[in-house]
């Protein structure tokens, strides 16, 4: 269940997306966010979160990015028995929706297009607790 | 009745017992009523069942014209409509238009080759079908992802692809409604008719300023004959690439402005293919058929037109003068004391034109590209002195002049519902104002739009490995790069502006001139753009006093 207590981290090449996501989730009462720049810097951030105590609950991912790219984090997730149900998602181009059918495929759990409005992240974040209270029951 | 064949029966087996009996007699009466209302009970049933099998009857012939009606009215839909399961294989419900726009009988296919997905394709097709099915996210988002056109045989054809949910009582997702619709004829009559609208407009463009409009074709002619030039040259850089695509926006801003259509959408595609093309080798060969393209098409279009626009395509300039400029000409002559104050009276009085004239023309340019993209703009205003230049002199200027305007349409003046909303007045404004001093002309153009979207440049910068303007870089210093190659805040391309191509042709246009031009912007408030020009072939004495 994602809360305004949830730790969410933002992972973009681009500074300028990783600040507007931030942006509209700190109007949207979110306190606890980290972000990083690129795949491999993200796995890093998980990884000792976990070891503090402080798992993040929720990933926004870029597809593109240099050393990792974002399809690479979630199979690396999907794969590992800590992040296997980390909910994941996908911050994507209009043009560059293809790649978003792999990675949902490989288990990411939702897309969003750039740029990003508070309504769709609001619907997105209603969506993915609808699945996560579904998931729980099932 | 039913106690008398009880009696009967009675009577054979016991002999005359007591037929009188009083009791009884009762008992077989008590009988005979209880089978009576028994035969009625039946009867009724009976009744009741006939009538229901009568109204079954009924109903099911309504529900077959319900069905024959529904067919009727998807089929004469023109559209195609097909259902497939979870099973991925399309039902036996499909309209007759899938025939024609699929190209063949869904039902029993499965959806996969009725859409011709094969290869690697189907894989991600089949997961895409099993996500929309599963509902793990939100269907509308998933149908996003799908197909969204059919690869139709006939090139030409458009057919547009949509998914909708059918689901069961209790929500589950039962089916998938496929919806193919042909845009071809929508897409070909909006063309047509956007034919129509402009060849109408270019004639009374034409029509109107005839004289400008033999400039116009000396310049499309320069412009032709340069991109000729780089296209047929020995070497072939990347700054020979750069101009050829500046020589392009050019064109197609000048011949947008005159309302020629088809060589504006011309030189668009042949800026996108020009993009697009990677080599050296590609470049050159599109810029040598699209050059010829152009040039014939542009041609061509002179020629049909000459018993309508006159002979004007020597480029020849030819000039109406009132009586009253020629008298004061005459007047200038026969005081004049040397043969160069004769030449400069000519200059001023009789080939000098009011610049306020020259850039009103594109007046209505801007008024129709505001209106294709639903914005409202009142017309030019223009302030402060009134040059007067030599029309040869300032074609630059000129043309170079619908860039900035479009640039303001397209991405500073807000839509109506957004100005109103920010109190502004619904129409946007934009105005020319005129700055003479013995060394300059300033012609400072300023919008009251929303003004340059920095972040969003900045972004583009950064995407550009611009790394250290975009994050460190002040606001000014990041607005100036607008007029570098390349970057533009438009989110799409679109006939008027948005490769990146506009503000950097124009600054190159004031270059020529000597001149050169900055900007300036306030978020919310609007944008100015300040033109700073040298002094030309006039002498700025002379030039307002004429």
Same mark, same amino acid.
């Given at each position: ?23 509209? #989730? ?113 | ?56 009857? /009924? ?9 024959? /009606? ?246 020849? /300039? ?78 630059? #200027? ?141 002498? /700025? ?6």
């Amino acid at each position: 269940m994602i809360t305004k207590d949830s730790r969410i981290l933002l992972v973009d090449d681009l500074n300028l997306v990783r600040n507007m996501l931030r942006q509209a #989730l700190r109007e949207m009462g979110f306190e606890k966010m980290d972000d990083a720049s690129d795949g491999e810097i993200a796995i890093a951030k998980l990884n000792s979160a976990i070891n503090e105590d402080k798992a993040f609950d929720l990933v926004f991912l870029d597809w593109n990015m240099p050393v990792k790219t974002g399809i690479e984090v979630v199979e690396f997730c999907r794969e590992n028995e800590f992040f296997r149900n980390l909910p994941i998602i996908m911050v994507t181009a209009e043009a560059e929706k293809k790649n978003v059918l792999k990675a949902l495929t490989l288990g990411a759990n939702d897309y969003i297009v750039k740029p990003v409005s508070q309504d769709i992240l609001d619907a997105k974040l209603k969506h993915l607790n609808e699945q996560l209270a579904k998931r729980k029951a099932g | 009745m039913y106690s008398k064949r009880l009696t009967r029966q009675l009577k054979k087996s016991f002999g005359d017992v007591a037929p009188r009996d009083e009791a009884f007699a009762s008992f077989l009466s008590m009988i005979d009523e209880a089978y009576q209302q028994l035969d009625e009970k039946l009867e009724s049933a009976q009744r009741n069942l006939t009538v229901s099998s009568e109204e079954l009857t /009924s109903a099911n012939s309504k529900l077959y014209q319900l069905n024959q /009606s529904f067919d009727a009215m998807i089929n004469s839909l023109g559209q195609g409509f097909l259902l497939f399961g979870e099973d991925l294989t399309c039902l036996n419900v499909a309209s007759k238009a899938c025939e024609n726009l699929l190209e063949c009988d869904p039902a029993g296919r499965r959806i996969q080759d009725v859409l011709h997905i094969s290869g690697d394709e189907g894989e991600d097709f089949t997961n895409w079908c099993k996500m929309m099915f599963d509902e793990r996210i939100a269907f509308e988002d998933m149908a996003a992802l799908g197909p969204a056109r059919f690869a139709h045989s006939d090139l030409n054809r458009n057919v547009v692809l949509e998914y909708k949910p059918c689901r069961d009582r209790s929500g589950k997702i039962t089916a998938i409604v496929m919806v193919a619709t042909d845009k071809t004829a929508e897409f070909v009559a909006r063309k047509e008719a956007a034919e129509l609208a402009a060849h109408v407009k270019m004639i009374t463009n034409i029509l109107k300023n005839k004289n400008r409009f033999r400039q116009f074709i000396a310049e499309m002619r320069r412009m032709s004959a340069e991109l000729g030039t780089i296209a047929n040259g020995r070497k072939f850089s990347s700054q020979n690439l750069d101009e050829a695509k500046r020589l392009l926006h050019t064109m197609k801003g000048v011949a947008g402005a005159f309302g020629l259509l088809k060589v504006k959408m011309d030189c668009h595609e042949a800026e996108t293919i020009l993009t697009e093309a990677r080599t050296p080798d590609i470049q050159l060969r599109v810029l040598r058929d699209w050059g010829e393209k152009i040039k014939s098409e542009f041609e061509s279009l002179i020629e049909s037109n000459r018993e309508l626009i006159g002979d004007l395509g020597n480029g020849e /300039s030819k000039r109406e003068i009132e009586s009253s400029v020629l008298n004061g000409f005459l007047n200038s002559i026969l005081s004049a004391s040397t043969p160069q104050e004769i030449a400069l009276a000519y200059r001023v009085q009789i080939l000098s034109v009011p610049l306020r004239k020259l850039l009103f023309e594109f007046d209505s340019y801007i008024s129709e590209m505001a209106s294709h993209l639903g914005k409202r703009v009142s017309p030019l205003k223009f302030a402060g002195d009134d040059p007067r230049v030599l029309e040869e002199e300032v074609r630059p #200027l000129v043309s170079a002049f619908p860039h900035i305007l479009s640039n303001m349409v397209d991405h500073g003046i807000e839509s109506e519902e957004t100005r109103l909303a920010r109190g502004k007045a619904a129409a946007g404004s934009i105005e020319v104002k005129f700055e003479q001093n013995p060394e300059h002309l300033k012609i400072i153009i300023s919008d009251d739009g929303k003004g340059i979207d920095v972040p969003t440049l900045r972004m583009k910068l950064e995407a550009s490995g611009e790394h250290r303007l975009a994050s460190e870089g002040s606001d000014a210093e990041v607005m100036e790069q607008i007029f570098r190659p390349g970057i533009s805040t438009a989110k799409n391309v679109s006939e008027f502006s948005g490769r990146g191509v506009g503000m950097d042709s124009v600054r190159s246009e004031i270059r020529k001139l000597g001149g050169n031009i900055s900007v300036k912007s306030e978020p919310g408030k609007g944008t100015s753009f300040y033109i700073e020009l040298p002094t030309l072939g006039l002498p /700025s004495s002379a030039r307002s006093a004429a």
